[in-house]
């Protein structure tokens, strides 16, 4: 099992930057899971941001977010980090933490996750 709790969320004004984090805990090996972030906006679906894989070598990005977004991690603090730049208002939504074991296809574990509001 593993839990996931994001933080870091907030209000910022267009062109602005937030920094999330996702902080994993659990009886598990963080660095056996592939890490992501998606977001849900109000009436539409939840989509994928950023993916990266469990050793933290190979990194996948939305069209929509590449060259603002940044994703890492940190397998000692079980920690994965989505930096965010020239933040614009259609980045407003929740975003969530995911982890995907890396022998599934599927994300079998989600935080809660944590709301980012970009003002125009």
């Known amino acids: 099992q593993v839990q996931l709790v994001e933080s870091g969320g907030g209000l910022v004004r267009a062109g602005g930057s937030l920094r999330l984090s996702c902080a994993a805990s659990?009886?598990?090996?963080?660095?056996?899971?592939?890490m992501a972030w998606f977001r849900q906006a109000p009436g539409k679906e939840r989509e994928s941001v950023a993916v990266?894989?469990?050793?933290?070598?190979?990194?996948h990005y939305a069209d929509s977010v590449k060259g603002r977004f940044t994703i890492s991690r940190d397998n000692a603090k079980s920690t994965v980090y989505l930096q965010m730049n020239s933040l614009k208002p259609e980045d407003t939504a929740v975003y969530y933490c995911?982890?995907?074991?890396?022998?599934?296809?599927?994300?079998?574990?989600w935080g809660r996750g944590t709301q980012v509001t970009v003002s125009s």
């Open positions: 995911a982890a995907r074991s890396i022998s599934s296809s599927l994300y079998d574990y």
């Open positions: 659990g009886r598990t090996t963080f660095s056996s899971y592939d």
């Open positions: 990266i894989m469990w050793n933290g070598v190979s990194t």
